[in-house]
């Protein structure tokens, strides 16, 4: 299968990862077959939107018949590259990094932190949710061969530093949570995750469903 992957929309990129983890979790259950009205119930995501997502990935079922959850995962899997465990380093460990490296992406068996990175003397030597911190200076005599990704959840003031840092040990993949966006090699790409603009989106589009429940109910008589 050949997909023009710059065809393919942010949204719809956004989604695969979702679709994927959902059909590995029924192929592992036995399902084989699952219609677009029962994905849409596990990923939450409406029916329409999930034909047209996948419509762009060649013939993957018939209407009414449904899509083969093994056709699914295999589709998914080779767009997002899934071939072996992907491992991943962490750089900063305190409050936000700690509770990625204790969940450390359960849900995914396809991703993994092995190992931690920090400069607070308190957290160096030390072990969380089973994975090693290292000082952060010692990142190229740590870093494993092969490794490509990262996650920096490290104050806006260090963070162009650190993905300096990352850049010139060969990571070229790097999630992070301080939301400024810094200059970076052209062959790193780079994600930033805002958590206070994420929730204020979520509060925005809360409010305006209330409205739109509000305006849709019945006017009480008096």
Known sequence: MVVNKQALSQATIKRIPVYYRTVKALQQSGVKRVRSD?????????????????????????????????LLAEVFGELLEVHSEEQMLLVGCGNLGRALLTNNFRRNPDLSIVMGFDTDPSLIGTTIAGIQIYNLATLSEKIRPGMHTAIVCVPSSAQAAVISQLEANGITAILTFAPKPVPAQPETTIRYIDLTSELQALLFVDHQNKLTQEQKAPLKQS
Request: positive net charge; aromatic residues 12%.
């Open 38 to 70: 029962r994905l849409s119930k596990l990923v939450h995501i409406a029916p329409a939107t999930i034909r047209r997502d996948f419509s762009n990935f060649g013939d993957l079922g018939r209407s009414g018949y449904g899509y083969s959850v093994d």
